[in-house]
């Protein structure tokens, strides 16, 4: 019977965690994924460049960007890979607001977002997938 129970719970704890995927997934297979840390040596390297990077993705007013390793990047929007114009809280900004995912972008270099305050900014986003 515990068995039984433990099987159960754990095939409902699965399907609660669904995956969100937008985008053009063959630009997977087309660019190499860089870590942020390798972004942050030299920002400008990568101006204008297509950039497929991982990070926690935070939806908010005033407030959207993906951050890791303590580097926040501006998003000014999530077209063309999201042609939905969500509210906040709801159903789609509940499932990918502060969720880690993969993005694939166009990478701005300089100074970005509310006051100034992000690394950059992806003027598009082409791709993403939550993990």
Excluded at 18 to 29: M, R
Excluded at 88 to 117: M, P, Q, T
């Amino acid at each position: 019977m515990n068995r039984f129970f433990i099987i159960i719970m754990f095939i409902m704890f699965s399907a609660c965690k669904e995956k969100i995927e937008y985008g053009d997934i063959n630009l997977t297979e087309k660019i190499k994924r860089i870590e942020i840390s390798t972004l942050k040596k030299d920002f400008s390297k990568y101006n204008k460049d297509t950039l497929r990077i991982k990070g926690n993705l935070t939806l908010g007013m005033g407030n959207t960007c993906i951050n890791s390793e303590g580097i926040s990047i501006w998003i000014n929007n999530l077209k063309p890979a999201v042609n939905i114009d969500f509210i906040f809280g709801d159903n789609f900004h509940k499932k990918i607001n502060n969720k880690s995912v993969e993005l694939i972008g166009v990478y701005k270099y300089g100074k970005a977002g509310n006051l100034n305050l992000y690394d950059g900014e992806f003027t598009k986003i082409l791709y993403i997938k939550t993990k």
